[in-house]
């Protein structure tokens, strides 16, 4: 078992940028492939971004590209979402998971373990 705790979220103005942690627990973190998936209001929960457990491949949302970025330190059971350039549109529950079967992907069912969200809010 893994257990992931997102840090607090915040309301920021937009424009301005926000770091996103996600603290694990439990077996290995650094077996496990990361993601961070979104559900805006009103909206389906969509894939943000994700990393494999090595660190070295990563893959996007077209809608984040070049403005997000999902660091992580498995010395620190940790992966972090960096958030830069925020948009209104940007505003929903975020929510940190893990991968069992040892592969990056964007569909939310391929990760077992889930934080338990944190909401970000970004206004005008």
């Known amino acids: 078992q893994v257990q992931l705790a997102e840090s607090v979220g915040v309301l920021v103005q937009a424009g301005r940028s926000l770091r996103l942690s996600c603290a694990a627990s439990g077996r290995t973190f650094n077996n496990f492939p990361c993601a961070w998936f979104r559900q805006g209001p009103g909206k389906e929960r969509e894939f943000v971004v994700a990393?494999?457990?090595?660190?070295?491949?990563?893959s996007y949302a077209d809608s984040v590209k070049g403005r997000f970025t999902i660091p992580r330190d498995n010395a620190k059971n940790t992966v972090y979402l960096q958030m830069n350039s925020l948009k209104p549109e940007d505003t929903a529950i975020y929510y940190c998971t893990a991968s069992s079967d040892g592969y990056i992907g964007a569909s939310w069912g391929q990760y077992d373990y889930w934080g338990q969200g944190t909401q970000v809010t970004v206004y005008s």
């Open positions: 990393i494999s457990r090595s660190g070295r491949t990563t």
